[in-house]
Every structure is written in structure tokens, then in C-alpha cells.
């Protein structure tokens, strides 16, 4: 008699089961990788080139904030040498700028692959230095640089896990000390050595590429810009000793002013280097004035300026298919007795638009050499800057009080806390435009912040004022500090 039988169920082996879990795995992490690259935002800071039309000459930029233009991207470097060229150059040409604010050499280099990749630029012109220890991009493992840079869905779970929000305290959000860098550890030493590294890269990478690379040195404010300091900043402002010191300065008291440097805290080696360089300044030794002055801005606990090392790098780099532009000897030239200040930066390190036109000329006698054309045909510095001024019309008033604006926003905030310099710009914001109520309330919190309530009380009432509205918290975008200055002098921003 026939019976139904079923065959025997295989049992898979433990390998198999291992291969078929990986394809499993393969199969899912492909899939989800496609859909990424489908549906993905455009977050990534690298920017891709569209297509060069023919026979346009194709010039660009990289580098950080002084790069893009920051306070005012109309007013920067890149901007007035578009214009520059405009009015030297009989041809068809594009200024791109891929200025990224924050971006360290690591980044840049990653950009500049990138767009001779994609772009096939005619020139390159690089102006990296400021942000090496701000931009922590460059501590990711090569192997997580590498899979962050090509898979997509790694990228979305890095961007969620970023944009999670910082869960709030009800404490008073105004630090006033932060940790300084320490120059002797092992970090300190790999970022002057990768910044090194990147601009060979850089210039190989051109080479390979046989693109000129024009290479420019950074400009950084000496004379009026004082090394951060860690105590009582946010507080007090500028510290009693600093303000005790340039008010000898002003008056032309050089021996009290020398003495009150003995009111200096131990250890506080940078702001001691930094007024002894003004003084040396206030009293005609500009040589010595420079030493010191470079070795405060080199000794900042924040060091957010370039150091003098890594322009030396930059003046090192020239060579075959390197052209070095000294941008920052071409400011030093500019100034009195070769000392930057506020006239031609801003702040800490962007240029002003005179500074920036300055900047620009020399950059683009530069790249009139490498064309072949003659850089007599530019205009002086001063006349490009006045005719670039014609050319903005009455959009430059609104320009320059966002200038001055943004940088007395920029300067008031950790880790500078430069009140001084804040309420300057503030104040040259308001000559431009009076109704700016946003440097209304600036003016208003700094005030709460240094103790004069009833001053800081009257700027918050103006603000609202013209601003037609109540102050808010969300407010604080423009006007950092408003949540801080309400909570500590006790007012309803609701009945100002």
C-alpha cells in the first residue's frame, strides 16, 4: 500500500544563515540608502557647481567667513574683486564664492575637490587660516569622514542626531568663563600640523588639476582687538584694569598706563603682551609694538585670528602653480606704522569695506598677471571703493548699517564680550539708520548687563517703540542677551 510521504525539511546550516542575514542586511541598508539619496535635503555645507557656459572664465573662491563676507557678504573681499575685475577684464568671467563662515582648511579642502570635480574652475583663489581651532570637522576618523562624505542615510541619522534641541535650564544662559585652549596638548599640536598638511594638499591637488591656485595669506586686527579673558567678562564687560589702562592711553599718561598693567591677573600673559603693545604703539615704537602686539593675538585663549605660523605656511606654499597673495602685509602696508586696527577690520579678523577693497586689489592684480593682462589698468584701492559705492547706490546705507549691526551682535557674545566695541557699532548702525531697533535693545541689555538698569530700561522702551511691537524671546536672534536682561532686572518686556 502507497503512503504520502513529505520530505524532510532541510535545516539551513549556521553559515547560510549568516549569508542570508547579511544579504538581508545589504538589501535593507540599499534600499534606505536609495531612498535617502531620493528624498534628501540639501544640508550638506558642500556646495555643487551647475555647468560652466562656454567660454566663460570660471574664478573660484573657498575659504571661511572673511572669504563669504561676513558681516555683509555685498561688502566683502570676494564682492568688491567681482567688481574690481568688471572694470579690468574685457571677457566673460564669474566670481563663485564658496566662502563657508566657520570652515577650517579641512573643509575647505573637501570643497575645493569638489568643485574642480564638478566646476572645472579656470582659477582658484583660497583664503583659509582663521577657523582651524573652531572647526571641529577634522576630528571625525578618516573612515567616518569618508562614509559621512558618500552615504546619505548616515548623513540624515548625523543631521537628526544634531538638530535634537539642547534641553533648556532655567539658570541665567550668559557665561563668562569658558575653557581656554591649551596650546601644550596633543590636539593643539595635530591642528597646526593637519593645517599644514591641508595646504599641501590643496596646492597638489590644483597642480594635479594644472589650475592656478592663488594662495592668500589672512588678515587679522593687532592693534585694536584684545586677546579674550576669562573672568568677570560677561559681567562686568571690559575688565577695570583694561578700562583703567585705555583711559591712560587716551589722556597720553604712558608711565600710569605702564604701571596699571601691574593690576593683571597671573598667568594673563596675552592682554599684559597686548597693552604693552599699545603702548609701545601710543609712544612711536612701532617696532616693538608689533612684537608684542603679535604675540598677544598668537597667546589668545580663543585663537579665532589666524597665528603668525600658519601665515608663514601660506608665504611658504608659493611655488609652482602657487601664487602667494600677502593680504595681510598688504593691510599691514596700509596702516599706520603697520598696525592693523578697526579701520580696516571690523573686529577680530573681517575686513571692513575699505579694508576688503584693499584686499581685493591685490587679489586681482594677482589674477591679471595669470591671465597675461596688464594690473596698472586696476583703479586704487580708494577708487574702486568710492565707485563700487556709485554703483550700490542707495542700497549701500542699508549695506553698512547691516555691517555694523551684525559685527556689534558678533563682538558682544561669548567669548569676546568686547561691550566697548559693541556699543560703537551700535551706535554707527543707529547714525546710519535711527530706527534699527534691534541695536536699540543691544544697547539696552548690554546696559541691564553692566548694572545701569534705568539706561537699559529707556533703550528697551525706544526699541519697542519703533519696533511697533512687544520685545520677545524670539527676539533673541538679533538681540542675544534680551532673555538674560529681562530675567535679571525684573521686567515685562510685555508693558515696556
Known amino acids: 500500500m502507497l503512503t504520502d510521504t513529505v520530505p524532510p525539511t532541510r535545516a539551513l546550516s549556521p553559515r547560510r544563515k549568516v549569508a542570508y542575514a547579511w544579504v538581508a542586511c545589504v538589501l535593507m541598508f540599499g534600499a534606505l540608502e536609495f531612498a535617502?539619496?531620493?528624498?534628501?535635503?540639501?544640508?550638506?555645507?558642500?556646495?555643487?557647481?551647475?555647468p560652466k557656459l562656454p567660454g566663460v572664465l570660471r574664478i573660484v573662491t573657498l575659504g571661511g567667513s572673511t572669504v563669504f563676507g561676513t558681516p555683509v557678504r555685498e561688502l566683502g573681499i570676494m564682492a568688491q574683486l567681482d567688481a574690481t575685475l568688471r572694470h579690468a577684464l574685457d571677457r566673460d568671467f564669474e566670481v563663485i564664492n564658496l566662502g563657508t563662515p566657520a570652515a577650517g582648511s579641512t573643509f575647505v579642502l573637501g570643497q575645493l575637490e569638489l568643485a574642480i570635480a564638478d566646476g572645472d574652475p579656470d582659477l582658484l583663489v583660497v583664503l583659509t587660516a582663521h577657523n582651524e581651532f573652531l572647526d571641529r570637522t577634522a576630528e571625525a576618523t578618516p573612515v567616518r569622514s569618508w562614509l559621512l562624505e558618500r552615504l546619505a542615510l548616515l548623513r540624515g541619522l548625523?543631521?537628526?542626531?544634531?538638530?535634537?534641541?539642547?534641553?533648556?535650564?532655567?539658570?541665567?544662559?550668559?557665561?563668562?568663563?569658558?575653557?581656554?585652549?591649551?596650546?601644550?596638548?596633543?590636539?593643539?599640536?595635530?591642528?597646526?600640523?593637519?593645517?599644514?598638511?591641508?595646504?599641501?594638499?590643496i596646492a597638489a591637488i590644483a597642480r594635479a588639476a594644472d589650475i592656478p591656485l592663488v594662495l592668500c595669506t589672512a588678515p587679522r586686527n593687532l592693534v585694536d582687538w584684545a586677546p579674550s579673558r576669562e573672568e568677570g567678562i560677561a559681567k562686568r564687560g571690559d575688565s577695570e584694569v583694561s578700562t583703567r589702562i585705555e583711559s591712560h592711553l587716551e589722556a597720553g599718561r604712558h608711565e600710569q598706563a605702564r604701571r596699571a598693567l601691574d593690576g593683571l591677573g597671573e598667568g594673563d600673559d596675552a592682554t599684559r603682551a597686548f597693552f604693552e603693545g599699545r603702548i609701545f604703539a601710543a609712544t612711536g615704537d612701532a617696532i616693538a609694538a608689533k612684537?608684542?602686539?603679535?604675540?598677544?593675538?598668537?597667546?589668545d585663549p580663543f585663537p579665532w585670528r589666524t597665528l603668525r605660523e600658519f601665515n608663514t605656511a601660506i608665504r611658504d606654499r608659493a611655488g609652482p602653480g602657487v601664487r602667494v597673495v600677502d593680504v595681510a602685509k598688504t593691510l599691514e602696508d596700509a596702516s599706520p606704522d603697520g598696525l592693523v586696527g578697526w579701520d580696516l577690520i571690523y573686529d577680530n579678523c573681517h575686513p571692513t569695506p575699505h579694508g576688503a577693497a584693499i584686499a581685493a586689489r591685490s587679489i586681482a592684480s594677482t589674477i591679471l598677471e595669470l591671465l597675461g593682462e596688464n594690473p596698472n589698468r586696476l583703479d586704487a584701492p580708494d577708487a574702486a571703493l568710492t565707485r563700487y559705492r556709485a554703483d550700490l547706490g542707495e542700497r549701500w546705507n542699508e549695506l553698512e548699517t547691516e555691517g555694523w549691526f551684525r559685527?556689534?551682535?558678533?563682538?558682544?557674545?561669548?567669548?569676546?564680550?568686547?561691550?566697548?566695541?559693541?556699543?560703537?557699532?551700535?551706535?554707527?548702525?543707529l547714525e546710519r539708520n535711527p530706527k534699527c531697533w534691534a541695536a536699540w535693545a543691544n544697547l539696552g541689555t548690554m546696559a541691564i548687563l553692566e548694572g545701569a538698569k534705568d539706561e537699559g530700561v529707556s533703550c528697551l522702551s525706544r526699541a519697542t517703540e519703533i519696533k511697533g511691537a512687544p520685545l520677545t524671546l524670539e527676539d533673541t536672534f538679533d538681540v542675544p542677551y534680551l532673555r538674560v536682561a529681562a530675567r535679571r532686572a525684573d521686567i515685562d518686556l510685555a508693558r515696556l
Open 36 to 50: 535617502c539619496r531620493l528624498i534628501e535635503p540639501v544640508d550638506s555645507r558642500f556646495y555643487r557647481l551647475q
Open 158 to 201: 548625523e543631521s537628526v542626531t544634531r538638530s535634537k534641541p539642547a534641553p533648556r535650564s532655567d539658570a541665567e544662559i550668559l557665561p563668562d568663563r569658558l575653557e581656554p585652549y591649551d596650546r601644550a596638548s596633543p590636539w593643539f599640536s595635530r591642528v597646526r600640523d593637519r593645517y599644514r598638511e591641508n595646504l599641501d594638499r
Open 291 to 299: 612684537r608684542a602686539l603679535e604675540r598677544a593675538s598668537d597667546a
Open 407 to 429: 559685527t556689534g551682535v558678533y563682538v558682544m557674545k561669548v567669548p569676546f564680550f568686547a561691550y566697548a566695541r559693541a556699543r560703537h557699532c551700535f551706535r554707527a548702525a
